[in-house]
């Protein structure tokens, strides 16, 4: 492989790993300070990249369409998480595993009536739809190095949000001791809801910023779903900074073992998780 | 977070009733004669298989307070091992087919539950959903092994040198059955021996049962693998009775729907696995052929099944028969 190749894949990988990590920050948080696991995380993956294609054609721009996705996404999360989710923080996992798998079939079933189930492109924005040339052969398209700027935008605003600001405290807080925050007169049940439309804000954004270089089509949650999970087990569930680390590691090993070794492309990024888990059962950050 | 709880450890007396008629009703349905019964008694197999399959998770989930989401795994290998011991021109002998392929089950499943039974809770969720989707992608990756469209299992075993042919729809209901019994009275007494009460003590408080000397790794892994084995044995009769197998075999929605069976039956009596594989079967038919928006439907019954009816069909018809006594392992506690 020579170094242009070399620089591609590396590229991609991180491209891949940062946008793995938008949706694995606000999985691991969920579960860090409410306690549930949400196997309909992916939805809200599916959900962003359909709102994308929707408003793009709607609106004639991508940009003002992220921006509109956004707010429904926020808005949605919040009223998933009042209407639904509150009520399920204090059940047993369990419980919270058939919940969202419920939601998983009822949003699928949603999307399929008001959108139906074809599959769907979004066109890369006309300023950004041009490449880098490397050597005379190959370039990179400069649409993907937006993507990967933008992510690590967001991941630092996450991280100030989380360890700079007041709210952020405050959430550190109620992961850390949730009767003890509300005792100190924290509305808990804000701040819940603020993290829970901000896990979902962020899926939607990662796929609605995904969805012009993967096209939208029914089901596309669920692959990245699992991958989250890897990502999330690697990293230390709870820990944002694991999930940064672990979102890369996976990109990393992906992308690579896709060139290197194509024939067990599929299975790298579990063996991986199976090396962390037989020397570091709890992940990498443990929270 | 609490561990989760087992209904009716010990069934009433009326239950165990209701569950010899049951039987007995499922041995006599062949005999009836009405228009349709080979579709019928096709249905009825897959759910007996699917009974089996579901009461495997329930050693994990119901008694030993494991919560697998990768159960589908072992279901399907067991299956893949028949279609690829069943050349294209003969059948092949069930004597050693059958053994091969839970054996197959079983290996995968230890190798598995070695790596994924030291973490706990939500880990333990995820761990296996993953694991099961690595062995989703090998099928699914590899051309050799039947990649996405699966393969054909040309015929069913061969047990005609005792006098049974499985060809016969009629013989495979009767093979099923005995295998659905079998398994129900093995797992019913694996869970009152002291195998099975160290497993519903790991449930019920792990740190007590290691503090008083309980390796319980090694018992959470022989659970693990013995939930395999038995979950291959229904994928074997699965691959069998279908004639067919793909990757959506081992897929994340057949670990959910496994779980969403135990749950609506009631968890930990195995009873419980085989009225919730029953009643989950029979409500997916009916909304598949109400609507093709059946996934609404579907995903409605499931969310108001976690809401109403946490405790399952057992536990709601114990409430309505008045019998509200608190739950029996929380008593004996």
């Given at each position: 492989?020579?170094?242009?190749?070399?620089?591609?894949?590396?590229?991609?990988?991180?491209?891949?790993?940062?946008?793995?990590?938008?949706?694995?920050?606000?999985?691991?948080?969920?579960?860090?300070?409410?306690?549930?696991?949400?196997?309909?995380?992916?939805?809200?993956?599916?959900?962003?990249?359909?709102l994308a294609w929707f408003f793009t054609a709607q609106l004639?721009s991508l940009?003002l369409a992220i921006?509109v996705g956004?707010?429904l996404?926020?808005?949605?999360?919040?009223?998933?998480?009042?209407?639904?989710?509150?009520?399920?923080?204090?059940?047993?996992?369990?419980?919270?595993?058939?919940?969202?798998?419920?939601?998983?079939?009822?949003?699928?079933?949603?999307?399929?009536?008001?959108?139906?189930?074809?599959?769907?492109?979004?066109?890369?924005?006309?300023?950004?739809?041009?490449?880098?040339?490397?050597?005379?052969?190959?370039?990179?398209?400069?649409?993907?190095?937006?993507?990967?700027?933008?992510?690590?935008?967001?991941?630092?605003?996450?991280?100030?949000?989380?360890?700079?600001?007041?709210?952020?405290?405050?959430?550190?807080?109620?992961?850390?001791?949730?009767?003890?925050?509300?005792?100190?007169?924290?509305?808990?049940?804000?701040?819940?809801?603020?993290?829970?439309?901000?896990?979902?804000?962020?899926?939607?954004?990662?796929?609605?910023?995904?969805?012009?270089?993967?096209?939208?089509?029914?089901?596309?949650?669920?692959?990245?779903?699992?991958?989250?999970?890897?990502?999330?087990?690697?990293?230390?569930?709870?820990?944002?900074?694991?999930?940064?680390?672990?979102?890369?590691?996976?990109?990393?090993?992906?992308?690579?073992?896709?060139?290197?070794?194509?024939?067990?492309?599929?299975?790298?990024?579990?063996?991986?998780?199976?090396?962390?888990?037989?020397?570091?059962?709890?992940?990498?950050?443990?929270? | 977070?609490?561990?989760?709880?087992?209904?009716?450890?010990?069934?009433?007396?009326?239950?165990?009733?209701?569950?010899?008629?049951?039987?007995?009703?499922?041995?006599?349905?062949?005999?009836?004669?009405?228009?349709?019964?080979?579709?019928?008694?096709?249905?009825?197999?897959?759910?007996?298989?699917?009974?089996?399959?579901?009461?495997?998770?329930?050693?994990?989930?119901?008694?030993?307070?494991?919560?697998?989401?990768?159960?589908?795994?072992?279901?399907?290998?067991?299956?893949?091992?028949?279609?690829?011991?069943?050349?294209?021109?003969?059948?092949?002998?069930?004597?050693?087919?059958?053994?091969?392929?839970?054996?197959?089950?079983?290996?995968?499943?230890?190798?598995?539950?070695?790596?994924?039974?030291?973490?706990?809770?939500?880990?333990?969720?995820?761990?296996?959903?993953?694991?099961?989707?690595?062995?989703?992608?090998?099928?699914?990756?590899?051309?050799?092994?039947?990649?996405?469209?699966?393969?054909?299992?040309?015929?069913?075993?061969?047990?005609?040198?005792?006098?049974?042919?499985?060809?016969?729809?009629?013989?495979?209901?009767?093979?099923?059955?005995?295998?659905?019994?079998?398994?129900?009275?093995?797992?019913?007494?694996?869970?009152?021996?002291?195998?099975?009460?160290?497993?519903?003590?790991?449930?019920?408080?792990?740190?007590?049962?290691?503090?008083?000397?309980?390796?319980?790794?090694?018992?959470?892994?022989?659970?693990?693998?013995?939930?395999?084995?038995?979950?291959?044995?229904?994928?074997?009769?699965?691959?069998?009775?279908?004639?067919?197998?793909?990757?959506?075999?081992?897929?994340?929605?057949?670990?959910?729907?496994?779980?969403?069976?135990?749950?609506?039956?009631?968890?930990?009596?195995?009873?419980?696995?085989?009225?919730?594989?029953?009643?989950?079967?029979?409500?997916?038919?009916?909304?598949?052929?109400?609507?093709?928006?059946?996934?609404?439907?579907?995903?409605?019954?499931?969310?108001?099944?976690?809401?109403?009816?946490?405790?399952?069909?057992?536990?709601?018809?114990?409430?309505?028969?008045?019998?509200?006594?608190?739950?029996?392992?929380?008593?004996?506690?």
């Open positions: 492989m020579d170094f242009a190749n070399f620089l591609i894949q590396l590229l991609n990988s991180l491209q891949y790993g940062l946008l793995l990590f938008m949706l694995a920050a606000g999985l691991t948080l969920i579960f860090g300070i409410m306690g549930v696991v949400n196997l309909a995380h992916g939805s809200f993956y599916m959900l962003g990249a359909y004639d940009l921006v956004t707010a996404a926020v808005a949605f999360g919040w009223l998933l998480e009042w209407a639904l989710f509150r009520f399920f923080y204090h059940r047993d996992h369990l419980d919270q595993v058939l919940l969202t798998f419920g939601l998983i079939y009822i949003f699928e079933e949603v999307r399929s009536i008001f959108w139906g189930d074809d599959v769907h492109a979004v066109q890369v924005p006309e300023l950004l739809n041009w490449s880098i040339p490397l050597t005379d052969t190959l370039s990179y398209p400069v649409y993907r190095l937006v993507m990967s700027g933008v992510c690590i935008l967001l991941a630092i605003g996450l991280y100030l949000l989380i360890n700079r600001t007041r709210l952020g405290m405050k959430i550190r807080a109620g992961a850390f001791n949730r009767e003890m925050t509300e005792s100190l007169g924290i509305n808990i049940r804000l701040i819940h809801g603020v993290v829970f439309a901000l896990g979902v804000g962020l899926a939607a954004i990662a796929g609605m910023i995904a969805a012009p270089i993967s096209s939208v089509y029914p089901g596309m949650g669920s692959s990245v779903l699992i991958m989250c999970f890897v990502v999330v087990v690697i990293g230390g569930i709870g820990s944002v900074r694991g999930a940064l680390v672990a979102a890369l590691l996976v990109g990393l090993v992906d992308t690579f073992g896709k060139v290197l070794v194509p024939q067990i492309a599929g299975m790298a990024v579990y063996m991986l998780m199976a090396i962390v888990l037989l020397y570091k059962p709890e992940g990498l950050f443990k929270h | 977070m609490s561990s989760p709880t087992a209904t009716l450890e010990r069934l009433p007396r009326s239950m165990q009733a209701m569950l010899v008629i049951g039987a007995v009703a499922l041995a006599a349905f062949p005999l009836v004669p009405i228009e349709g019964t080979d579709f019928y008694l096709q249905m009825l197999t897959q759910m007996m298989i699917l009974a089996i399959f579901a009461m495997s998770l329930d050693l994990l989930q119901g008694v030993t307070g494991l919560v697998s989401l990768g159960h589908a795994a072992f279901f399907g290998i067991a299956g893949y091992a028949l279609a690829f011991l069943t050349p294209q021109d003969a059948p092949m002998a069930l004597w050693w087919s059958l053994p091969a392929a839970v054996l197959a089950a079983a290996v995968a499943a230890l190798v598995i539950g070695f790596l994924v039974v030291r973490t706990k809770g939500i880990y333990f969720i995820m761990v296996t959903m993953a694991f099961a989707q690595m062995v989703y992608f090998l099928f699914f990756d590899n051309k050799a092994l039947g990649g996405s469209d699966g393969i054909y299992v040309y015929f069913r075993p061969d047990a005609t040198a005792v006098g049974l042919d499985l060809e016969n729809k009629t013989s495979f209901y009767y093979f099923t059955l005995v295998l659905l019994v079998a398994v129900y009275l093995f797992l019913r007494r694996v869970l009152f021996s002291p195998f099975g009460r160290v497993l519903t003590g790991i449930r019920v408080n792990e740190h007590r049962l290691r503090a008083v000397g309980y390796g319980t790794f090694n018992y959470k892994l022989a659970a693990f693998t013995l939930a395999g084995a038995l979950a291959g044995l229904a994928g074997y009769l699965w691959a069998a009775q279908t004639g067919f197998v793909n990757p959506e075999l081992m897929g994340f929605h057949m670990s959910a729907h496994a779980i969403m069976m135990v749950i609506l039956g009631g968890m930990g009596n195995f009873a419980g696995a085989i009225v919730g594989a029953f009643a989950f079967e029979y409500v997916m038919h009916f909304f598949k052929d109400l609507t093709k928006h059946w996934q609404l439907l579907m995903g409605g019954f499931i969310l108001l099944v976690v809401i109403v009816a946490p405790r399952g069909l057992l536990g709601l018809g114990e409430s309505l028969l008045g019998r509200g006594r608190k739950d029996t392992t929380e008593a004996s506690e």
